[in-house]
């Protein structure tokens, strides 16, 4: 497994041919990748669109084209001196180190704010769009800087999911697991004198390994 930070976006990195032999799949998740050319370089994928940086341009169906670093500063930011390269670990040690320089790397982007990340609480909003809502707002993110976080899914659409007035549950574990939060479901009596009564809360984590906690009336 290779990674490399350039500016503020984590990549995976993959050999030229690797990308040929997968194009369509790469092409899919492009906001991720970047490639190996042989010239000392790594290259995210962009948009010909409207990209002008330093990157693999996909201009067909077998046509790419790469724009080197120019300038000093977009040498050493592109540079594959950079690449965190699990597979030349030699040791436990090793890896330790490695990941930990992977940490550093992804939190100096999750803690870099370009815009704060301020969702709308609507009046019709429902109980868990409300709090994921608090949750994003309380965390004081950008929320792009998190897009590589959301995995396979769209992420334009994902962020648009908070102008709704209600989530999935699907969608909110996703949003939970992206954004380091744990999220407890809790099950409790509705009040003390309900028919059937459970007696004791039931608490999971729907999205980490978290043994249920009771908590049996009586028990501090």
């Known amino acids: 497994m290779r990674k490399m930070k350039i ?8 050999t030229y041919p690797e990308f040929c032999r997968g194009r ?4 899919h998740y492009w906001d991720s990748v970047a490639i190996l ?3 000392g370089y790594v290259y995210p ?10 990157g693999l ?5 077998s046509f790419d084209w790469f724009r080197a670093p120019m300038s000093t500063y977009e040498m050493q930011e592109y540079s594959q001196a950079n690449i965190i390269d699990f597979a030349e670990a030699k040791s436990f040690r090793d890896v330790i180190e490695m990941q930990n320089r992977l940490n550093q790397e992804e939190r100096s982007i999750l803690t870099t704010i370009n815009q704060l990340t301020i969702p ?17 707002i309380a965390k004081h993110i950008d929320l792009d800087s998190y897009d590589y976080r959301f995995g396979e899914s769209n992420f334009p659409n994902d962020k648009r999911l908070l102008k709704k007035e209600s989530i999935s ?5 996703a949003y939970c697991n992206a954004l380091d939060i744990n999220a407890i479901l809790t099950l409790t009596d509705l009040s003390p004198d309900v ?5 004791h809360d039931i608490v999971y984590s729907l999205n980490h390994d978290l043994e249920h906690e009771t908590e049996t009336e009586g028990e501090e």
């Open 7 to 14: 500016r503020d976006s984590l990549y995976d990195v993959i």
């Open 24 to 27: 369509d799949h790469y092409l």
């Open 37 to 39: 050319n042989g010239d």
């Open 45 to 54: 994928i962009r948009n010909p669109q409207y990209d002008n940086r330093p």
């Open 57 to 61: 341009y996909p201009l067909g169906m």
């Open 120 to 136: 709308t609480i609507q009046e019709n909003d429902e109980p868990a769009m409300v709090a994921l809502k608090e949750a994003i």
């Open 169 to 173: 549950l699907k969608k909110l574990i």
């Open 195 to 199: 028919p059937n009564p459970m007696g």
